[in-house]
């Protein structure tokens, strides 16, 4: 059975996240032709959980959010991991290109999973380091930039990295043995973009207008990996605008696409779907006023899953499970300080005919399968200086099944993260 703790595991594998958003500029020097430049963070989270209590028989939903059992206390990462990221420009020839590689370490210590499993909080261990980013580009400011190499995606993008928790906790998974990131909204408002190998174009930026669009490694459902097989490439498409009007009202939408095919590796079981194709598509709007932001955010897919990408996307029999969700945000600064609230959810529908599924070889029986994830995050957050902010959120999750299992958690943080 695809428990909680197992998907946590497995989606943490998947989410040593965003990339750095600075609130400096970081730290720059010039050898030669070339402009180098070295950012990151540190953060550090105190995270009390109170877990739902009830009996397991009640509380069991493969693919939920909220823990069980007892209560929980951890110094541990946020939403971000800490990172040391590497990145050099330069122009020759017509053209200007550049180089990035991001190291993400962070403060809990790493178990036999490695670094993106659950940690092991014990003495005499030690955390890994994740080198999830590392990527060229060239372009020019006429025709636009091509990046190749691993970086995040742009299906999600935007909805994590306006998230107001990106610089907290939110959601905090596994509290008693913590990885080294939690999930925010991950899961609860939006799918995780991940970091994907990929060739992107990208346009210039023109009145505002720009779009992507790329080619990605295919990914092999992490809940069904029987479906390996690919003969094409993940397709990633991506489009915004932005402005900036009078008395400090500004804003973007945008909107994006994302369709892989995956097939079934050796012979097909009788009444089982060989080939697969999921398809999604995300949007959203966020405006600023004076001290004032808010951010409204919507997904809907088919075939893609829950929480990651191509997490529970598909039943047993290969039939597709429709799944979507959202948030919305709103947040004030009052000087120094800005107090956020945000409500997110994420579903997952039933496929054709489904009354219970398989998850890699295991049966869920009794409809504990993931029906809906969904929290509400009231946070403040209050610049200390340019670089270092101090945190306080409180979350509050729910995960529910479709046979009408449901499970509950409280959680409160209290931390600070530094840019530089």
């Known amino acids: 059975m695809l428990t909680r703790s197992k998907l946590v595991i497995a989606i943490s594998a998947a989410i040593w996240m965003i990339p750095v958003t600075r609130a400096v500029a970081g730290i720059d020097v010039t050898a030669g032709d070339w402009k180098l430049d070295i950012s990151g963070n540190v953060n550090a989270f105190y995270v009390g959980t109170s877990c739902d209590t009830g009996p397991s028989s009640q509380t069991t939903v493969a693919g939920g959010l909220a823990c069980t059992g007892d209560r929980s206390a951890a110094v541990r990462n946020g939403l971000l991991p800490a990172a040391l990221v590497f990145s050099g420009t330069t122009r020759q020839d017509n053209l200007d290109i550049g180089v990035t590689i991001g190291l993400y370490p962070g403060i809990n210590s790493s178990a036999a999973g490695g670094v993106n499993g659950a940690g092991l909080p014990a003495a005499l261990q030690t955390p890994g380091i994740d080198a999830r980013q590392a990527f060229l580009t060239f372009g020019d400011a006429s025709w636009g930039t091509v990046k190749m190499g691993r970086d995040i995606g742009l299906f999600g993008k935007d909805a994590i990295l306006d998230d107001m928790t990106l610089l907290g906790v939110g959601s905090s998974t596994n509290n008693t043995a913590p990885s080294n990131t939690s999930l925010g909204r991950i899961g609860i408002g939006y799918i995780y ?39 094409a490439p993940q397709v990633q498409l991506g489009g915004s605008y932005a402005w900036s009007g009078a008395q400090g009202f500004t804003g973007k939408v945008w909107v994006d696409l994302i369709s892989q095919q995956y097939q079934y590796s050796g012979a097909v079981p009788s009444g089982t779907a060989s ?41 047993a029999t290969g039939q597709k499970r429709d799944s979507d969700g959202g948030y919305i945000q709103a947040a004030y600064k009052f000087n120094k300080l800005k107090v956020g609230v945000s409500y997110g959810m994420s579903e997952l529908k039933l496929a054709s005919g489904e009354t219970s599924t398989v998850v890699t070889g295991a049966t869920i029986t009794g409809n504990t399968l993931l029906k809906r994830n969904s929290s509400v995050v009231g946070g403040v ?13 409180y979350i509050d999750t729910k995960a529910d099944a479709w046979g009408g299992n449901s499970a509950h958690e409280h959680d409160f943080a209290l931390g600070a993260i530094l840019f530089f």
């Not at 194709?277 to 897919?301: A, N, P, Q, R």
């Open 193 to 231: 973009t991940d970091w994907e190998p990929q060739i992107t174009y990208t346009t210039p930026t023109m009145n505002g207008f720009s779009a992507s669009a790329g080619i990605f490694q295919p990914l092999t459902p992490l809940t069904d990996p029987a479906y390996s097989k690919h003969t």
């Open 275 to 315: 080939s697969i194709t999921g398809t999604g598509f995300d949007g959203g709007v966020k405006v600023g006023y004076m001290g004032f932001e808010g951010v409204l955010y919507g997904y809907s897919g088919s075939g893609i899953g829950t929480t990651g990408l191509f997490v529970l996307p598909i039943s």
């Open 381 to 393: 957050y209050y610049s200390l200086t340019k670089s270092l902010t101090l945190v306080g959120e």
